[in-house]
């Protein structure tokens, strides 16, 4: 099974972006896993950038793909939970599931009405940038939780 994650604008913060490399590097021993980054719209006003934004992450989904939305209003998952999914995904024989990570503006309607789950980090507010690092260390976790590896303890 493919793990996509994708999001809008490019992680600014070098810190950050170490963290993201150093997970993504960790899921491989488990997963393939690639990252779709996609250019964040420069349009002024709040509704078109979204609308702009959104377009491009939904062309950019794959058919056939499970797409998880991160959504503060999403369902929130502990670590075994999403570990379960995982796995549940894996055995049904999914070929790819998609996180998609909005952009600071968040995502529009209609691509929010195109995820086929709704998670929630944290009932927290995250920076944008912050929220793929935490999606890619739970990733990376529900594997090891998956494998009885002794990270998650």
Excluded at 18 to 27: E, G, Q, T
Excluded at 112 to 134: D, Q, Y
């Amino acid at each position: 099974m493919r793990l996509r994650v994708i999001w809008t604008g490019k992680t600014r913060d070098a810190h950050l972006r170490a963290l993201i490399n150093d997970y993504l590097k960790r899921l491989s021993h488990f997963a393939r896993c690639e990252i779709s980054e996609f250019r964040e719209s420069p349009v002024p006003g709040k509704k078109m950038g979204i609308d702009k934004d959104s377009k491009r992450i939904s062309d950019g989904l794959h058919e056939g793909a499970i797409n998880v939305l991160l959504d503060p209003e999403g369902t929130e998952w502990t670590s075994p939970q999403l570990a379960k999914e995982l796995q549940r995904w894996q055995e049904s024989g999914t070929k790819e599931v998609t996180f998609i990570v909005g952009g600071p503006k968040g995502v529009s309607a209609e691509l929010s009405a195109r995820a086929n789950k709704r998670w929630s980090l944290s009932r927290l507010t995250l920076t944008h940038e912050m929220a793929r690092v935490i999606l890619l260390e739970q990733l990376y976790r529900a594997y090891t939780i998956i494998h009885g590896l002794p990270y998650q303890k």
